[in-house]
């Protein structure tokens, strides 16, 4: 579910206290783009939220989240509750592994 070098190596870059802002600012931006993705149209719209999610998931190592997205941005169908299942599922490995 988690890439876990990818967010040992975010730590390392900018710090336990840096991590946990930056976490926390991404886990609410994909959460808003979540919801947007009810309001977008098809096509290139819908291609682009998928690709701005999958890139915002793999700064914070949510590989399994991610590749949803991918699947999204290439046009293949997504079912929105299984992402947000999927999200809310990483969000929680995320929070045990920072706060262990």
């Given at each position: 579910m988690?890439d ?22 991404l ?5 808003d783009g979540?919801t ?5 149209p098809t096509?290139?719209?819908l291609s682009?939220?998928?690709h ?8 914070l190592g949510?590989?399994?989240?991610a590749?949803?997205?991918a699947q ?15 999200f ?13």
């Open positions: 988690l876990l070098d990818q967010l040992e190596t975010l730590q390392a870059e900018i710090g336990a206290d840096g991590f946990a802002e930056v976490a926390d600012l886990v609410c931006e994909i959460a979540i947007a993705l009810g309001t977008q096509g290139a719209d682009a939220q998928f701005y999610l999958k890139g915002s998931a793999l700064n949510f590989r399994d989240f590749g949803l997205c999204g941005e290439q046009g293949l169908p997504v079912d929105t509750a299984a992402l947000q299942q999927v809310d599922a990483s969000v929680l490995a995320l929070q045990r592994w920072a706060n262990p």
